[in-house]
């Protein structure tokens, strides 16, 4: 049966069928807190004057049903982190010798029980705690960011011109960008079609045909895997190596580049997530069909940081991309947080435009300064941080929104927008340090040689 190098299906389809159900499960949960809350079922349309009258009870409960639903988005991303983290960074990291498709196939199985979960709690009504638990179950196998971490580890193994690693790779967030926007435009209808259990079940198919296409369809890109029994044994050891077996100034700057990623993630992902909490809130009051036009709005983000991405590789560094994506963020959510009418909601997204830039290029930049044998380990990292600043990043502004609510919902944005000021400095730092002008192939070194000259110790693993 032919094979193909082509992982862009994988992640595309990927990110359809969540995005079509990371809406819906926050739509859905905050009707089923509705429902406890007001003892009431949810009007199937929430016009302004519904939301905005002067019944003091009315706003009550409208805070408290808010303040519910964001805290209880923070315990299911507290089940989700906890065994997710050491999962990605084993996961990733472990596709350095046993393949990229191993980091793919185990994370969409954790998808398909996650949304089959969600239609069944749909289909009868059950308690929400069974989400809690769908959540774990789907960190214990890897989740989104691993299985993101093995699709760029993969795009890595077939850039050997490192001046189309960024292009590559911005491809990528593009195409998550496009199916995403698509999923999120038809899911309003599709409640409206269908109710909310028929998206879920849809998604969980997709995942499943996902599994099918990688399993017989999608080629292998590390050739002569591993022993297993030496890569249960060395698991973490590519890792380790990433940092100790490396010059001092590679060391520097891709801790300085993890920092910035880890930072610029939190912000973005933490102000970005409330939206749709922000959107249901008084005084916009959207319901399922403006919030779906508002997230495949967000569409224009992906294409529009693509094009910037791929224009401006050839007139800036890559630092300088970075540095103007995340003004876009700030000034995105700075303008958020007051934004109070449909027209300026929907207007948020001018200056969002290349939010996603930093993302594509600062992966560009690490994978450009570790060699082939270690593409792995750096993207485990990266997915680890990147799981790690989104789960927090949601648990932190979960709480934060639930707090402020009441005497202002705009909070969260300017509090994300000032943190942004962190990767901005962060990647400053690396501007000052020359990272443009070292030679690449000088901050690539080869762990076997250093490990054979005694420069570096193994880990005491690797010595039972």
């Not at 199916?179 to 997709?206: D, E, N, Q, V, Y």
């Not at 007139?315 to 700030?330: A, P, R």
């Not at 300017?414 to 000088?442: D, K, R, W, Y």
């Amino acid at each position: 049966m032919k094979r193909f190098y082509l992982v862009e299906p994988v992640i595309g389809l990927f990110a359809f069928a969540s995005f079509m159900t990371y809406p819906l499960l926050q739509q859905y949960i905050y009707r089923r807190m509705w429902e406890q809350v007001t003892n009431s079922t949810y009007p199937d349309s929430l016009n302004s004057s519904h939301c905005t009258g002067n019944d003091t009870g009315l706003t009550k409960r409208h805070d408290d049903v808010q303040k519910k639903t964001s805290l209880f988005f923070l315990y299911n991303e507290l089940c989700f982190m906890f065994p997710g983290l050491a999962v990605s960074l084993f996961l990733v990291s472990y596709s350095d010798q046993r393949g990229r498709k191993i980091a793919i196939i185990i994370p969409l199985i954790g998808d398909v029980v996650f949304t089959f979960t969600y239609f069944v709690v749909c289909s009868f009504s059950l308690s929400l705690n069974y989400l809690l638990v769908a959540s774990f179950l789907s960190g214990i196998l890897g989740g989104p960011t691993c299985l993101v971490g093995g699709c760029f580890a993969y795009v890595a193994d077939l850039c050997d011109n490192s001046s189309t690693k960024t292009v590559r790779m911005a491809v990528l967030d593009m195409v998550v960008g496009l199916l995403s926007g698509l999923a999120s435009l038809s899911t309003g209808f599709f409640i409206r079609a269908a109710g909310f259990k028929w998206p879920f079940l849809t998604a969980a198919l997709l995942h499943g045909l996902n599994i099918v296409y990688v399993v017989f369809f999608l080629a292998e890109t590390v050739q002569n895997p591993a022993p297993a029994s030496f890569t249960l044994r060395s698991r973490f050891n590519g890792v380790y190596l990433l940092f100790a077996a490396a010059p001092r100034k590679r060391t520097t700057l891709l801790i300085l580049m993890l920092l910035a990623f880890t930072f610029y993630k939190f912000a973005k992902v933490g102000g970005m997530f409330m939206f749709i909490l922000y959107e249901l809130n008084a005084p916009l009051c959207w319901d399922e069909l403006l919030v779906g036009y508002g997230s495949a709005l967000s569409t224009l983000i992906f294409l529009t940081s693509f094009a910037g991405v791929s224009l401006l590789s050839h007139c800036l560094h890559d630092v300088h991309i970075v540095l103007i994506g995340l003004l876009s963020v700030m000034a995105g959510l700075v303008m958020t947080a007051f934004a109070k009418t449909t027209l300026l909601m929907f207007l948020v997204r001018v200056p969002l435009l290349l939010a996603i830039m930093p993302a594509p290029v600062l992966r560009s930049m690490m994978s450009k300064i570790v060699s082939k044998s270690e593409q792995g380990a750096v993207f485990a990292c990266v997915a680890f941080l990147e799981m790690l600043s989104t789960v927090v990043s949601f648990a932190a502004f979960s709480s934060i929104y639930a707090a402020t609510v009441s005497w202002f919902s705009g909070f969260s944005f300017i509090l994300a927008s000032g943190l942004t000021l962190i990767p901005l400095t962060l990647m400053g730092c690396v501007f000052c340090l020359g990272l443009e002008g070292t030679n690449e192939t000088q901050c690539l070194t080869t762990e076997d040689e250093d490990v054979n000259e005694g420069k570096i110790k193994l880990p005491e693993w690797d010595h039972r």
